[in-house]
């Protein structure tokens, strides 16, 4: 009897787990059967078209590729400086301590906030000003546009990688560092030539996954993009990113090709961040091992 | 010689000034957000905000409770989706720890926890909505409840691997079977860990919009039907936020404030509960 519940409840672990994995499976298999029609449609070519007009029946993700190429690198750019101070900050000048206590909170609240916050405050304190600087730049004032979306963008994402970047410094082992003042070096020459080379893997895995991040992130860019279907002819002009058009057209889908299009882009977003993520997962297991 | 340490010196204090001056500067957007948020929100919550339906377009006034029915609801199904799911492939990995399926569980919930959200949205739409033919709670919990997923593994699978190998053996000892020591004693003793891991993914789905977008899809009414379309507060600040006019943004803010708080409670609460509870032999 006893023997039998054991071997039942081993059973159903085993089951659960597997759910787990087929429900991924299944995830990716759901994918591309439903975007076969649009391969079948239009082939290859929907990846490097650059023209997305559904009611002539042309689709061509080039315009999101780009469109989300450039916010999430943009965004990187701009927070980079912000995050690798932060996780210096906390890893190695005030590792402990009431003010680490107090940036912690203030990241981690800042991670809390949904992002559709972020894209509502965006359109109403961001765009203005960025319309403002357009104006001073001689560029079209749209306000919405790709350089509006990465700033929201480098925002949410600061606290992810800063937050790998600090776990990482604070890997390095103290014997490293030690050894360095004892010869003499300042704290400045320290970080830079003992403990950045010893976290450098380490800082480039959080980078990949806040990138990660951008990539997927679609309500906030939603708001403040603009949603044009063009291809994108400047830093300033509004845009999409695949993310963002999914969240626009997919209710508006009418014909099956559409729709099709709309999950191959799907597709494509599910791949390239899964890709990224599991580098920098792998990257980070390997280090804190 | 001693220019040269003067130069390093310089150096030095100029590096630690900008990654001072670089630290403080990232707190300016999220002061400027929550500034908004708390100026912006609070003016427009009062208990009408709260407890009435919304008003056609053009008049004013009116609240957001079916949202906020709307949100609970979400959250419950979700929960009772991804709680049960999550703890047995958590058990799994903290018990099994080596093997194909171990390995694959592994790269599963990796994958789960960097998928976009709206990628999920689309899924849940194929899954649910499609075959059902009607936008639904249903659908819409089922997206959260993937997105749920990966939190509640991890967190179990950490927290019973905290728990010492001595209090398996003890309960094997004294004759208990295996599915009784793991049910028994090996969970109670993680319990507080397990509940952390469901507070922290309850606070991760709470504030999504995107996988709701074409699942949940939003309505004007009160609903209790999980077959039927319901409104959720993240669905609220969105359509608001984006619509032309001035009392509905009032009302975005509002719920905008109403929403974080909420996130902000259950992170909190799973902060509180990891401190207080913390797993000690």
Redesign the interface.
Known sequence: MTFNRDKLFERSLTFTAWLVVILVAAMCLSLMVYSLPVFRAIGWGFLFHRVWDPLEGKFGAMPFLVGTLLTSFLALLFSLPFSLAIAIFLGEYFNSGKIALFFQNTTSLLAGIPSVIYGFWGLFVLVPLVRKLEIKLGVLPYGVGIFTASLILSIMIIPYAASVGREVISLVPSELKEAAYALGATRWEVIRHVIFPYARSGIFAGILLSLGRAIGETMAVTMVIGNNNQFPSSLFAPANTMASVIANEFTEATSDVYLSALIGIALLLFLVTTVINIIGRYIIKKLSV | MMENYRK??L??TL??G??????T???V??L???F??IKQGIGAINWEFLTHLPKPVGESGGGVFNAIVGTIILIILSTLMAV??GI??G???A??KTGK??Y??R?????????????L???A???VVKPMKSFSALAGSVALA?MM?PVI?CSTEETLKLIPYSLKEAALALGA???RT??KVILPAGFSGILTGILLGI?RI?????PL??TA?GSPYLNLNPLKPINAL?LV??NY??SPYPDW?RQ??GA?FV??VM??VF?LAAKIGARKWEIKF
Do not use: C, H
């Open positions: 390093r010196e150096i030095n590096m630690k900008l990654v001072f001056f670089f630290t500067l990232s707190l957007p999220l400027f957000i929550l908004y948020l049960p799911l047995g492939a058990i799994y990995l018990e099994v399926l171990v694959l569980l790269l599963g919930t990796d994958i789960l926890q960097g998928t976009p959200s709206i990628v949205g689309v899924i739409y194929l899954w993937i997923l593994i079977p295996y599915y793991i049910l606070a709470a504030g999504e919009t995107a977008l074409f899809f993240p600040v969105f936020a984006s943004w975005a803010w905008s929403l974080t996130v902000l992170n």
